[in-house]
C-alpha cells in the first residue's frame, strides 16, 4: 500500500445564486434568492438605528416577538412552531435586525407573523420587564469578565465619541430604559425606509415576492433613517493599561487600521492577517502558543462594519509573560514585511481563505448571511467570487508591500488589562502608559 498522501485537489471557481431584488412601494428592498436542496427559508431584516439609544434599542430587540395588542407571546410563538418556524432580534449601533427561518411552505405564515410585530408590537410591561431583568443579569455577569472590560475600553480609546465607541449599552443604562423609550423608538425607527429583507431558500421567488408583499406591503412609519458616519482615523498614543488588581492573566489587545472591502489591497490583507494571525497555522499561534507556550488562543481579524474597517490582534496570557508576550506580538506584525511569506506559506493561506468561503456559502444559512452584511456595503453578493479570483492573484510581494504599510505597531492602539502592579513595569518598556 501507497504512503504517498496526495495533493490537493485543483481550486475551482466559486459558484454563487444570482438574488431577485425589487423595492417595494413603501421604501423596504427586498431581495430574493432561490437555493434548492432543504425545504427551509432564511429571513434576515436589517433596519436602520444608528444613532438610537443602545439600551433602549436592545430591550426593543429582546422584547419584539413578546406580544401585540390581539396577540400573546405565547400565541405568536404557536404560530411560528406551526411552521417549523422561529424569529430572533439584536441590535447594534448601526442596525436592529431580524432573523429566522422556516419550513418553506411556511414562509407566507412566517412573514405575515413577522409584519404583525414590525406594525404593532406592543411591549407588554409583564414580559418586557422579564427582558430587562435578563439583559441587566446578563450585562453585570459579563461586566466582571476580562474579555468585556478590555473590549470597552478598546472600543472607547479607538473612536470616542462616535458611536462605535460606545457598543455595549451597561446594566445601569438598561435598567434606567421605560416602555415608554421603547415604543418611541418603535414609532419612530421600526419602519421600511433604508429597510432590508434577505429571503434565501427552497423558494420560488415570484411567490414569496407577492407573499412579502402581502405581509409587510403595508408596513409604514415616521421618520427618515439616520446615516452613520465614517469611524474617525484610530490615532496611535500611549498604551493603555486597565487595571485589574489580582489578575492572574492579562488581556492584550493591539488595533491598527485596515482598508475597507472596496479598496484594491483588501485581498492581500485578507491573506496578510491569516498569514499573522487569522488561523491555527498562523505565524502568531506557532510563536505564542506552540513555540513560547505564552497563550493558548492568540488571533487576529480583521472587522469590516458599515461604518469603517479596523484590524485587531488580541492574546491573553499569564500575567508573569504579559511584556515578553506583547514584545513577540510586536515582532510578529513587523515580520510581515521584514519577514514576508514566500510562495507555500501564501498558498496555505489562500487554500483556506477560499475554502472558508466555500463552506460559509454551502447552507442557505449562510448565503442569507452573506448577502446581508455585502448589502450593508453596497456590495452584491458576486462580490465575494470576484474577491475569491482577487485571492487567487495575490504574490508575496503584495503581501510584503501592504504589511509594511498597515502591519505597523507603532501606528497601532494598545490596551493591556491585567493587575497594573505586576505588570506595569514590564509595559513600560514599550513607552508611555496611561491608567484607565
Do not use: C
Request: charged fraction near 20%; glycine fraction near 10%; proline fraction near 7%.
Amino acid at each position: 500500500m501507497s504512503n504517498v498522501v496526495p495533493g490537493l485537489a485543483p481550486e475551482v471557481p466559486l459558484s454563487l445564486p444570482v438574488p431577485v431584488e425589487r423595492t417595494l412601494p413603501n421604501g423596504l428592498r427586498v431581495l430574493l434568492t432561490r437555493r434548492p436542496g432543504v425545504p427551509l427559508a432564511e429571513v434576515r431584516l436589517s433596519i436602520p438605528a444608528a444613532h438610537t439609544d443602545l439600551a433602549v434599542a436592545d430591550l426593543l430587540a429582546a422584547a419584539l416577538f413578546s406580544g401585540t395588542e390581539t396577540a400573546s407571546m405565547t400565541e405568536i410563538a404557536q404560530r411560528l412552531q406551526g411552521v417549523g418556524g422561529a424569529l430572533g432580534a439584536g441590535a447594534d449601533p448601526d442596525r436592529i435586525a431580524v432573523s429566522g427561518n422556516s419550513l418553506a411552505t411556511g414562509l407566507p405564515e412566517l412573514l405575515e407573523v413577522l409584519g404583525d410585530l414590525l406594525k404593532a408590537a406592543d411591549y407588554p410591561g409583564g414580559p418586557l420587564a422579564t427582558e430587562q431583568a435578563r439583559m441587566i443579569d446578563g450585562l453585570s455577569v459579563a461586566e466582571q469578565q476580562p474579555d468585556f472590560q478590555v473590549n470597552r475600553v478598546l472600543d472607547a480609546r479607538l473612536w470616542g465619541d462616535h458611536p462605535y465607541g460606545h457598543q455595549q449599552p451597561t446594566a445601569a443604562e438598561v435598567a434606567a430604559v421605560e416602555r415608554q423609550a421603547v415604543l418611541a423608538l418603535h414609532a419612530s425607527r421600526i419602519h421600511p425606509a433604508g429597510a432590508r429583507l434577505v429571503i434565501v431558500g427552497d423558494i420560488d421567488t415570484d411567490a414569496t415576492g407577492a407573499a412579502v408583499e402581502k405581509a409587510l406591503g403595508d408596513w409604514n412609519g415616521a421618520g427618515e433613517p439616520r446615516r452613520m458616519e465614517p469611524l474617525p482615523e484610530a490615532v496611535p498614543g500611549p498604551l493603555i493599561l486597565v487595571d485589574r488588581a489580582g489578575s492572574v492573566q492579562s488581556a492584550l489587545r493591539v488595533a491598527y487600521p485596515a482598508v475597507a472591502r472596496t479598496h484594491p489591497d483588501n485581498a492581500a490583507q485578507h491573506l496578510a492577517n491569516l498569514v499573522f494571525g487569522g488561523y491555527f497555522s498562523s505565524r502568531l499561534v506557532m510563536n505564542l502558543r506552540e513555540t513560547k507556550g505564552y497563550g493558548y488562543s492568540p488571533r487576529s481579524r480583521v472587522d469590516h462594519a458599515p461604518a469603517g474597517s479596523i484590524q485587531l490582534a488580541a492574546v491573553d496570557v499569564a500575567t508573569e509573560v504579559t511584556g515578553p508576550a506583547l514584545t513577540e506580538l510586536h515582532g510578529e506584525l513587523r515580520g510581515m514585511a521584514e519577514r514576508p511569506p514566500g510562495e507555500e506559506e501564501l498558498d496555505l493561506a489562500r487554500r483556506y481563505a477560499l475554502g472558508s468561503v466555500k463552506l460559509a456559502t454551502a447552507t442557505q444559512a449562510g448565503v442569507a448571511n452573506y448577502i446581508s452584511v455585502l448589502a450593508a456595503a453596497g456590495l452584491p453578493l458576486s462580490w465575494l467570487a470576484d474577491h475569491s479570483e482577487r485571492l487567487r492573484e495575490v504574490t508575496p510581494a503584495d503581501l510584503q508591500r501592504v504589511a509594511a504599510e498597515r502591519l505597523d505597531p507603532d501606528r497601532a492602539v494598545t490596551v493591556v488589562l491585567g493587575d497594573g502592579a505586576e505588570i506595569r513595569d514590564a509595559l513600560a518598556e514599550f513607552g508611555e502608559i496611561e491608567a484607565r
